[in-house]
């Protein structure tokens, strides 16, 4: 039964947070809305911020499972970098609760080494993956345009986050997308196969 605990304290973490929009909620909380007692909880993470943490390591292997299984089906460097952003605007990661979730995340780096590690990684991971695709459209400028691409969707969330923008999942990867072409675009590189990035 632990493991299916622990799987349910990492969501019902994640749902506190993203419905309180704040990192000030309790364990006692968390382990009402899995249905376990908070006395297990600190038992299975110790403390709020481990809990915390668990629940970020967990939305990160759920991202990271999709960017692979995106990448075993995209044929060529641009339907990989398409593969890459839409795995980040799946209905399951461009919710309000789990954006919510991600933004306090955020903000528990400020002041949590594990959570910044892990952001840290997961960062990493983003810019390796969309230089790597990159390089054989655009050569050593890729650095550069990956760094852009990723900072759009930091954005992206960010404004979804605060509410200002209602922007779907669907629409935040065209947008994503058309920056990628004209980028591409302005630096020589061949266009995009027709229907990637749909003008929404």
Known sequence: MEPIRRAALVE?????IGASGTLDVTVS????????????????FGNKEQLFLGAMRHMLSLYGTQVREGLAVADGPRARLEAIVRAGFT???FQQETIAAWMNFYVLAQIAPGAQRLLSVYHRRLHSNLVHDLRPLVGDTAPKVAAHIAALIDGLYLRHALKTDLTTGTGATAEV????????????TSTPLPGTSPDI
């Open 12 to 16: 019902a973490a994640i749902h506190e």
């Open 29 to 44: 909380q968390i382990a009402k809305r899995a249905g376990v007692s908070a006395a297990l909880a600190h038992h299975y």
């Open 91 to 93: 209905a399951e990661n």
């Open 177 to 188: 997308l058309r920056a990628l072409d004209t980028e591409l675009a302005a630096l020589g």
